[in-house]
């Protein structure tokens, strides 16, 4: 039985990790909080008292942190867990699913390989319902056969593990990906919202929209118009989900690498301005499909 260290249990990370203990394999957790710790070991994983000793005598360590912040302090510096296992003479897999940037992930990819270890960048896209269900999809950044060492750890959560290329890959196709979903997310809602205004009944319409040429993934499976899909986050309040928040830090992300790698992105930074605007407003917390309220009560907070 492979054993695997998971650190980082929040609203990606505590499913995620519940799909491994479905699977079979021994699981070494730890996170901030508590209670995501109680879920993870009622579910029969070992809670750890620290990174470090979730990370101890395993195969494979997983994180899912928030930002590259977060990966940094985990992973590097003389307290990081690869300072620290290889003090231990321990060399675990060590897959990174956060979304960070790629010239954060490059760097901590390097310490990793000088200091022995095998690393990855994972980064997942399907939301917390694929987290649930087990379907996410992992884009991968990493060297061809670390990539085959990981794949099937990575399918007991998804059922698209996908390999982007090398050390860093994985955090660009994310950001293109993520940014993408912002837009077709907002011109959806966009949309959504103007017909209901000229008094169409919005299932109706997502209904024709999703059975014509303007058909795209938030209609299909992530519609932002409450009562329209019973299991989406706009069917419950906004909660759960994808945070605003979370939006705004990947399409910082994206404008950063836009700067750096001279494309002109001004849908993304349409997008960035509306989602900041909107997280302004107070609904940093809520699901980023809550886009929608920005137009329903007009963007300048008009009716």
Aim: aromatic residues 4%.
């Amino acid at each position: 039985m492979q054993r695997i260290g998971f650190i980082g249990l929040g609203h990606m990370g505590g499913p995620m990790a519940l799909n491994l203990l479905k699977a079979g394999l021994s699981l070494n957790v730890f996170d901030l909080m508590p209670e995501a710790l109680e879920k993870a070991r009622a579910a029969g994983a070992n809670v750890a008292a620290s990174a470090l000793d979730a990370a101890t005598d395993v195969d494979v360590v997983i994180t899912m942190l928030p930002a590259g912040a977060h990966c940094e302090k985990v992973y590097l510096g003389e307290s990081g867990l690869i300072q620290q296992l290889k003090a231990k003479g321990q060399s675990p897999l060590l897959i990174d699913c956060s979304t960070i940037a790629a010239e954060t992930a490059r760097k901590i990819s390097g310490v990793a390989k000088a200091a022995g270890f095998a690393m990855l960048d994972a980064p997942v896209s399907g939301g917390t319902a694929g987290a649930a269900a087990g379907t996410l999809t992992f884009i991968v950044g990493a060297d061809d056969a670390d990539f085959e060492k990981a794949k099937p750890i990575l399918e007991h959560m998804g059922k698209n593990v996908m390999h982007a290329g090398g050390h860093g890959a994985g955090q660009v196709a994310k950001i293109c990906n993520n940014m993408l979903l912002a837009i077709h997310m907002i011109g959806t809602a966009e949309a959504i919202q103007m017909g209901v205004n000229l008094g169409l009944d919005p299932k109706v319409l997502s209904d024709i929209m999703f059975k014509s040429s303007g058909r795209n993934w938030s209609l299909e499976v992530y519609n932002p118009y409450p009562g329209v899909m019973e299991n989406a986050p706009a069917s419950r309040g906004y909660e759960g989900g994808f945070a605003v928040d979370l939006m705004n830090k990947d399409l910082g992300l994206a404008t950063e690498a836009g700067i750096q790698s001279k494309s002109s992105t001004p849908m993304g930074g349409l997008a960035k301005a509306l989602y900041q605007l909107h997280s302004r407003k107070g609904n940093g917390k809520l699901d980023f499909s809550s886009i929608l309220q920005l137009f329903e009560e007009g963007v300048d907070g008009g009716h």
